[in-house]
């Protein structure tokens, strides 16, 4: 079983600038989720994809935006970054509408925005 | 609106004694309630999840937590912590099928 993959580990951007995280999905899993953990906080939904479209978000400005691709991987693309958009971005599939199949996480990626 | 609130930032406990950390939720809907555990620079696994049933919920690591109905709460317990459980732990509660809501988070240090 692979498991959730997500890259790259860290990265360091410009305020002004835009960024684009992969991830790839846990076989088997239809349905990708991108949350935001900012420091010593939980994670926060940004938004779900299913059949490659977004299928409900959280309290994130359109600047943040996501594609879901046919073999269920997924794109969370940021643009004009802000130094409050430094977080960890973790990536997590699922199986769509079963309740016996949680969120399964990758490692995330540690952006930071100078 | 739902919301989770962890009561306890940190946890200090000596290694081989007990551990309880606190989840209280809000919600005005049924809910599904999880515990997640996140180890230093690690995406969070999943310890244990209430979906029905009997309300005590046993996990991976030796973990339980307890569904409490009437309280709004889902407290997590270790009868005897390792050294190793040093981490961070999330009280996450979710309804309908995407928006997981998690708690800040309790940061617990076994010690020697």
């Known amino acids: 079983e692979t498991g959730v993959t997500q890259s790259p580990t860290h990265l360091i951007k410009t305020r002004g600038q835009q960024v684009t995280l992969r991830c790839s999905s846990q076989?088997?899993?239809?349905?990708v989720s991108w949350y935001q953990q900012a420091l010593g906080q939980g994670p926060q939904f940004i938004f779900q994809?299913?059949?490659?479209?977004?299928?409900g978000r959280g309290n994130f400005p359109p600047r943040f935006s996501g594609l879901q691709f046919p073999n269920y991987s997924s794109e969370l693309n940021v643009n004009a970054l802000e130094l409050d958009d430094s977080a960890l971005y973790l990536c997590?599939?699922?199986?769509?509408?079963?309740?016996?199949?949680?969120?399964?996480f990758g490692n995330g990626t540690r952006l930071t925005v100078t | 609106a739902q919301s989770v609130t962890q009561l306890d930032s940190q946890v200090p406990v000596f290694e081989e004694a007990p551990v309880e950390l606190r989840c209280n939720y809000s919600?005005?809907?049924?809910?599904?309630l999880f515990w997640y555990v996140q180890y230093p620079n690690q995406g969070l696994q999943l310890l244990l999840k209430?979906?029905?049933?009997?309300?005590l919920v046993k996990g991976i690591n030796g973990f339980e937590a307890e569904f409490n109905k009437s309280q709004t709460s889902f407290h997590l317990r270790k009868p005897s912590v390792h050294i190793s459980d040093t981490a961070e732990y999330f009280c996450?509660?979710?309804?309908?099928?995407?928006?997981?809501?998690f708690g800040t988070g309790t940061r617990l240090k076994v010690l020697a």
């Open positions: 997590a599939s699922s199986l769509y509408g079963s309740t016996n199949s949680p969120l399964h």
């Open positions: 076989s088997g899993h239809n349905t």
């Open positions: 994809y299913y059949r490659e479209e977004e299928n």
């Open positions: 919600s005005s809907v049924s809910v599904y």
């Open positions: 209430y979906l029905s049933g009997s309300t």
């Open positions: 996450a509660i979710v309804s309908g099928t995407y928006k997981y809501i």
